[in-house]
C-alpha cells in the first residue's frame, strides 16, 4: 500500500463522510429511535455477552467498518497468522501463539513442521513439575518443601504471570506463595525476598532472550541471596532456579540445569507468552487442570476469531469501535474498567498487549501513516475508580470510551456485595450515555448556580463485557480476545503488530549511561546539556 492508500480506501472515506453526521447524534437519540437496541447492538459468543449499543455508531457505520476490515484484507491476515506466515515482518517471525492452545491433535505447521507436538510435549514437562513441587516430591536444597515461588521477569514475562495469577489466585493453592519481581530498582527484589527462608524458595528466570538487564540482573541477586543463605552451596541452585526461555545457551550459562529449562520459541511473541511455559508459575499456582482449561478459553475464542461473521465476531467488533473513536471522533484514550478485584492487574497487562503491539508510526512497507494508531490503554478495577477518575469521563472535556467487564457470579459471595457491583457497573454505563438533562436538573429543584455544575451530558460511549463466573477458562477467553482485538486493528492500519523497536533506544542509551555513573572524577560526558548536569547531580548526591 502506498502512503494514503489506506485514507484513499472507499470504506475510509466513506466513514470519514458519515463520522460528521454521527459526530452529532446522542445515544439518547439512538436509543429513542431504536427501542430495542440494546437487544440489537448485542452479540455472545464463547460464553462472552458483549453488549456495545451504548456506543456512538448506527447500523450504518457498522457496515462500513465492516466493509473497511474486508477492504484491508483482514481474512487474509487472519489466515496468514494462524497459518504461521512470517507476519511480524520487521523481525521475519511468525507469531504463533495460536498454536500454544491448540488440542494435542491438532495440527499447526511452522516451516514445514507440526508445532503441536513440541507444544504439548513442553505442557507435559511443565504439569508433571508443577505437580512434583504442588505435592512436595519436589524438595529444596536441605530437604525442605518449596513454601514460595519467585517469578523473575518483565514485561510479557511479568505481566501475564502477574495478572494470571491475581486473577486465578481463588483456584491457587494456598499452601504456596507466588511472588513477582521485575523491577530492576532494588526495592522489589529486597520486599519480595525479606521475609523469606532460602530453602524453601523456588525462583522462575522467565525470560524468552535471557539477555534483558533488569531480569538478569534480578536473577544473579537472587542466586546471591540464595547461595549466602545456604552455605554457598552451589549444588542448590539446581533446586531452587528453573528458567523459562528460548535461549538454551544463556540458561545453561547461568548455572540452570537443563532439565530445568522450559521452552518456547520465537514465534512467540513476549506479550503473547502467557499461555506458553512463561504460565508456569501460573500452573503451579492453579494446577495442570486448570491451566488446561485456561488454553481451553483461549482456543475457543481463536475459533469464533477465525470463523464468525465479523459483523458477529468478537474481536473484530472491539477491533473496529476502538479504531472508530481512534480514527473518526479523534479519541486518545481507552479506559478498560473490571467490576472484579481478581481482574486488578489486567489493565496493567493489557498496556504492554495494546500499546507494545499498536503504539506504531510506520505501515510494514516503512511508510509513515497520516492517521492515529494504537490508542493508550489504562484502567483500574470498579468500583474504586469511582470514587477517582471518573469524574474526568463524566463530565470532563475529553471523550473516552470505556470497556466494563462484569461477571454474573461472584467466587466470594458476601451478603449483597455482588448485587451492589454489578448495579454499580450497569449504572456507569447507563450515566455515562444517558447523562442527565438540564431540565432534568431543573426538574429537581436545583438552585440556578448549580444546574450547568450537575448537568450530564452524556453521550460517553462505553462496551459491556458480561460473563457468567471468573474461571480459568473465562480468563483464556478474554485475553484472546484482546489479543485478537488487538490484531484486528494493526492488520487495518498496516502495522507490524508484533515487533517493539520502541524500546530499544532507552536500552542502548542506558548502557551507555550505565558506566558513566561509576566514574569518580569528571571524565568529558559526551550526552546534551540536560543529561550531562543530571549524571554529574546524581554522582555528587550519591558519592564515591
Ligand atoms: O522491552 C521489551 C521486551 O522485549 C518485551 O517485548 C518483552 O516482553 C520484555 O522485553 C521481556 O523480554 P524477555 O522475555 O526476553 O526478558
Known amino acids: 500500500m502506498s502512503k494514503t492508500s489506506l485514507r484513499d480506501c472507499p470504506a475510509w472515506r466513506a466513514l470519514e463522510t458519515h463520522s460528521r453526521a454521527v459526530s452529532g447524534l446522542h445515544l ?76 494435542r491433535d491438532a495440527v499447526i505447521e511452522h516451516e514445514g513442521r507440526n508445532v503441536v507436538p513440541e507444544v504439548h510435549g513442553v505442557l507435559d514437562r511443565m504439569a508433571d513439575f508443577a505437580e512434583r513441587l504442588r505435592d512436595g ?11 514460595t515461588v519467585v517469578n523473575i521477569g518483565i514485561g510479557g514475562s511479568d505481566l501475564g504471570p502477574a495478572m494470571a495469577y491475581e486473577a486465578l489466585s481463588h483456584y491457587s493453592d494456598r499452601a504456596i506463595a507466588f511472588r513477582f519481581v521485575s523491577n530492576v530498582d532494588g526495592t522489589d527484589l529486597a520486599e519480595a525476598l525479606r521475609d523469606l527462608d532460602p530453602a524453601e524458595t523456588l525462583f522462575i528466570v522467565s525470560s524468552k532472550t535471557f539477555t534483558t538487564q533488569e531480569t538478569m540482573t534480578n536473577a544473579q541477586s537472587a542466586r546471591a541471596w540464595l547461595l549466602a543463605g545456604l552455605q554457598g552451596a552451589e549444588a542448590a541452585v539446581a533446586r531452587h532456579f528453573v528458567a523459562v526461555s528460548t535461549n538454551a545457551e544463556a540458561v545453561a550459562g547461568f548455572g540452570i540445569d537443563r ?87 489486567f489493565p496493567a497487562y493489557l498496556q504492554q498487549l495494546t500499546m507494545e503491539s499498536n503504539g506504531k508510526h510506520v505501515t510494514l512497507d516503512g511508510t509513515t501513516v497520516d492517521y492515529d494508531t494504537g490508542p493508550i490503554y489504562w484502567g483500574e478495577p470498579g468500583t474504586n475508580g469511582q470514587h477517582s477518575f471518573y469524574q474526568l469521563i463524566h463530565q470532563g472535556t475529553r471523550l473516552v470510551p470505556c470497556d466494563f467487564i462484569a461477571f454474573a457470579r461472584p467466587l466470594n459471595p458476601l451478603g449483597r456485595h455482588h448485587d451492589m457491583l454489578l448495579a454499580n457497573v450497569f449504572a456507569q454505563a447507563e450515566a455515562l450515555a444517558f447523562g442527565k438533562t438540564e431540565e432534568q436538573v431543573r426538574g429537581e429543584g436545583t438552585p440556578d448556580r448549580l444546574v450547568p ?54 536500552k542502548v542509551l542506558a548502557r551507555r549511561i550505565l558506566p558513566e555513573l561509576d566514574c569518580a572524577g569528571e571524565p568529558e560526558l559526551g550526552h546534551d546539556s540536560s543529561t550531562n548536569a543530571l549524571i554529574r547531580r546524581y554522582r555528587a548526591t550519591r558519592g564515591a
Not at 137 to 147: L, N, S
Not at 295 to 322: C, I, K, T, W, Y
Not at 325 to 333: E, I, K, N
Not at 467 to 494: C, M, N
Open 259 to 345: 532439565d530445568n529449562r522450559f521452552g518456547f520459541w520465537d514465534w512467540v511473541g513476549g506479550r503473547y507468552s502467557l499461555d506458553s511455559a512463561i504460565g508456569l508459575s501460573t500452573m503451579i499456582a492453579i494446577g495442570p487442570e486448570n491451566f488446561r482449561a485456561l488454553l481451553d478459553g483461549f482456543r475457543q475464542m481463536d475459533e469464533h476469531f477465525r470463523s464468525a461473521p465479523f459483523a458477529r465476531n468478537l474481536p473484530v467488533l472491539m477491533g473496529l469501535l476502538a479504531l472508530w473513536y481512534c480514527d473518526f471522533l479523534g479519541v486518545q484514550t481507552i479506559a478498560v474498567l473490571p467490576y472484579e478485584q481478581y481482574l486488578k492487574r
Open 137 to 147: 516430591r519436589w524438595k529444596g536444597h536441605t530437604g525442605k518443601r518449596i513454601r
Open 453 to 506: 455544575h450537575r448537568v450530564f451530558e452524556g453521550n460517553r460511549p462505553s462496551n459491556m463485557l458480561l460473563l457468567d463466573e471468573l474461571t480459568p477458562e473465562a480468563l483464556g477467553k478474554l485475553v484472546a480476545l484482546y489479543e485478537h482485538s488487538v490484531f484486528t486493528q494493526g492488520a487495518i492500519w498496516r502495522i507490524d503488530s508484533f515487533d517493539q523497536w520502541g524500546v530499544e533506544l532507552g
Open 28 to 103: 439518547r437519540q439512538l436509543f429513542a429511535e431504536d427501542r430495542a437496541r440494546g437487544e440489537h447492538l448485542a452479540v455472545e459468543a464463547a460464553g462472552i455477552y458483549l453488549d456495545y449499543s451504548k456506543n456512538r455508531v448506527t447500523r450504518e457505520t457498522l457496515g462500513l467498518l465492516v466493509r473497511l476490515a474486508e477492504a484491508s484484507g483482514l481474512h487474509d491476515r487472519i489466515e496468514a497468522m494462524f497459518g504461521g506466515d512470517r507476519i511480524n515482518v520487521t523481525e521475519d517471525r511468525a507469531a504463533l501463539h495460536v498454536a500454544l492452545r491448540a488440542p
